[in-house]
């Protein structure tokens, strides 16, 4: 029985811990590329294709300088894909939504050092954004009576669980 070779003879593997460095690495790249055209004293980048004819742009917009990228990394094409997204549903804010999910990652690099699991780290701020939200409600009852969904299938079943033996 043969076995399919899937890369290229060129091509490199990485595992564990080094491909989430890389992928760390790769996207907080980008994020950085962009970062510097931000602001009144933002950097013009040189772009410079590789087909045919070799044209030379100048400019600061950062879709139009990650639309330029030809990337490897997954990571950091997640960044250049919410780019995109925001392009098309906003028309603007393609820079500030990458150097966004670039320093959310950047943090989340460093609490992954310290041997946090994403998981907890997800759960965490989910948790937190949860309580910041939630209102005790029960001292003003029409507060609490307008706040709650009585149609929800929560409720129909504290209603019928008494009755459950």
Do not use: W
């Not at 890389?22 to 970062?35: E, H, Q, R, W, Y």
């Not at 990650?66 to 392009?87: E, M, R, Y």
């Amino acid at each position: 029985m043969a076995v399919e070779k899937l890369l290229r003879d060129d091509a490199t593997e990485e595992k564990g811990e080094r491909a989430r460095m890389a992928s760390f690495v790769g996207a907080m790249a980008i994020a950085d590329l962009v970062k510097t055209t931000l602001g009144p004293k933002g950097m013009d980048k040189i772009l410079q294709s590789t087909g045919r004819g070799h044209s030379v742009t100048v400019t600061n917009d950062g879709a139009t300088i990650l639309k330029s990228l030809h990337i490897d990394n997954p990571a950091a094409k997640v960044l250049v894909d919410i780019s995109k997204v925001q392009d098309d549903e906003v028309g603007d804010g393609t820079t500030s939504v990458v150097v966004l999910a670039g320093e959310l990652l950047r943090e989340a690099e460093k609490l992954i050092a310290t041997k946090i699991h994403p998981i907890t780290i997800i759960s965490e701020c989910a948790r937190n954004a949860l309580l910041q939200r939630v209102m005790d409600n029960k001292e003003e009852r029409r507060y609490f009576l307008s706040s709650v969904n009585f149609h929800h299938p929560f409720f129909f079943l504290l209603q019928i669980l008494p009755f459950v033996h």
